[in-house]
């Protein structure tokens, strides 16, 4: 059973540029959460995609934005970056949207 | 919305001793989970335990949802225990997470 993961591991981007990055569920889950993690703080909840659809989103503005395709694997795309969108950036995939989360490795952007 | 509060923030141990992690959530919840951040930023799943007591190991936990709060057990230390300490609750299609204890256990 393969496990959720990640792509890319680190990422560098300029002011203004767009970043789209990728998530792959664990085998069977068709719900995926993506969320945001800043140094030293905890993750806060971007949004979740549940069967291809938006069920849940936090409170970021709409340049982000996601997609969930029907293998159940996901994309977070951030337009027009800002130095503050400097952080860690988890998915995490469960059975259905109340089920346990098991999350990937992350992706690492860093906006300069 | 919901708050997720986890006491204490910091907690420095000798291998070897026990302690508690607690989290306290302002609302009802639909569920509740434990995680444990490692230093590389993995965050590794410990237990969904919306209500009850759970146990894997040296660690369990006990949600009781009618008081609002969740306790997490952490027994007989170990050095890779070391690491931030997570609780999330879901509530209204949204996951809170608290802000963490970071654990340190010293050899």
């Known amino acids: 059973e393969t496990g959720v993961t990640q792509s890319p591991t680190h990422l560098i981007k300029t002011r203004g540029q767009q970043v789209t990055l990728r998530c792959s569920s664990q085998?069977?889950?068709?719900?995926v959460s993506w969320y945001q993690q800043a140094l030293g703080q905890g993750p806060q909840f971007i949004f979740q995609?549940?069967?291809?659809?938006?069920?849940g989103r936090g409170n970021f503005p709409p340049r982000f934005s996601g997609l969930q395709f029907p293998n159940y694997s996901s994309e977070l795309n951030v337009n027009a970056l800002e130095l503050d969108d400097s952080a860690l950036y988890l998915c995490?995939?469960?059975?259905?949207?109340?089920?346990?989360?098991?999350f990937g490795p992350g992706t690492r952007l860093t906006v300069l | 919305g919901i708050q997720v509060e986890q006491s204490p923030p910091d907690l420095i141990l000798q291998e070897g001793a026990n302690s508690t992690l607690r989290c306290n959530f302002s609302?009802?919840?639909?569920?509740l989970q434990w995680f444990h951040q490692n230093p590389w930023g993995q965050l590794i799943n410990l237990f969904y335990i919306p209500s009850g007591t759970k146990q894997n190991g040296r660690l369990s936990a006990t949600t009781v949802a009618t008081e609002r709060y969740s306790l997490l057990y952490i027994s007989s230390s170990q050095t890779t225990d070391s690491g931030v300490y997570f609780c999330a609750v879901n509530r209204d299609d949204k996951i809170i997470f608290g802000k963490g204890t970071r654990l340190h256990i010293l050899p």
């Open positions: 995490a995939s469960s059975l259905d949207n109340t089920d346990t989360q098991y």
């Open positions: 085998s069977g889950h068709n719900t």
């Open positions: 609302d009802s919840v639909n569920n």
């Open positions: 995609y549940y069967r291809e659809e938006e069920n």
